[in-house]
T-cell receptor
Framework: NAGVTQTPKFQVLKTGQSMTLQCAQDMNHNSMYWYRQDPGMGLRLIYY???????DKGEVPNGYNVSRLNKREFSLRLESAAPSQTSVYFCASIGTSLDTQYFGPGTRLTVL | QKEVEQNSGPLSVPEGAIASLNCTYSDRVSQSFFWYRQYSGKSPELIMSIYSNGDKEDGRFTAQLNKASQYVSLLIRDSQPSDSATYLC???????????FGSGTQLTVLP
């Protein structure tokens, strides 16, 4: 099992460009999450999906959109990137026990 | 006030010593508590979970929970240089599916 995978690993964008971060899990988990991590700020929840077909806003959703394409995949889209969105983005998933949250390797995004 | 607070550190301890990491939370309805370890440039990984008051031990790690004081801690006994990482405290409120994370404590174990 690959667990949680994310693409790309690194990305540099110019202000105003758009991009989609991809996330997939092969653990048959219902719930998936997108976080951003900035120095000294810990992990902040952007959006989550409790199950296929549902999405909900987290703590910092502005400037982002998400799509739960199917049970495996949960993508994060930046429509018009801003320098404030420079961060490390982590995708995570959790099973029905709500115990262990598994994280992907992260995407390091720089917006110039 | 942040919902989950941790001392940002950095915390340095000598090899073989006990490292003590602390976390306080503001929501009294919080039910589940987690400690994640994150090595530099890597993703967080779960090392301990605790749900009821008292101590929970797993190898060199002990999690302590005091719901009355809204306090959860992680003790690492016989600290090793390989324990050098950032430790993130996370809290789940009730049956919510999302976690709230603290900002993390950076631990350095000196050889």
């Amino acid at each position: 099992n690959a667990g949680v995978t994310q693409t790309p690993k690194f990305q540099v964008l110019k202000t105003g460009q758009s991009m989609t971060l991809q996330c997939a899990q092969d653990m048959n988990h219902n719930s998936m999450y997108w976080y951003r991590q900035d120095p000294g700020m810990g992990l902040r929840l952007i959006y989550y999906s409790a199950s296929e077909g549902t999405t909900d806003k987290g703590e910092v959703p502005n400037g982002y959109n998400v799509s739960r394409l199917n049970k495996r995949e949960f993508s994060l889209r930046l429509e018009s990137a801003a320098p404030s969105q420079t961060s490390v983005y982590f995708c995570a998933s959790i099973g029905t026990s709500l115990d262990t949250q598994y994280f992907g390797p992260g995407t390091r995004l720089t917006v110039l | 006030q942040k919902e989950v607070e941790q001392n940002s550190g950095p915390l340095s301890v000598p090899e073989g010593a006990i490292a003590s990491l602390n976390c306080t939370y503001s929501d009294r309805v919080s039910q589940s508590f987690f400690w994640y370890r994150q090595y530099s440039g890597k993703s967080p990984e779960l090392i301990m979970s605790i749900y009821s008051n008292g101590d929970k031990e797993d190898g060199r790690f002990t999690a302590q929970l005091n719901k009355a004081s809204q306090y959860v801690s992680l003790l690492i006994r016989d600290s090793q240089p390989s324990d050098s990482a950032t430790y993130l405290c996370a809290v789940r409120v009730g049956s919510a599916r999302q976690l709230t994370f603290g900002s993390g404590t950076q631990l350095t174990v000196l050889p």
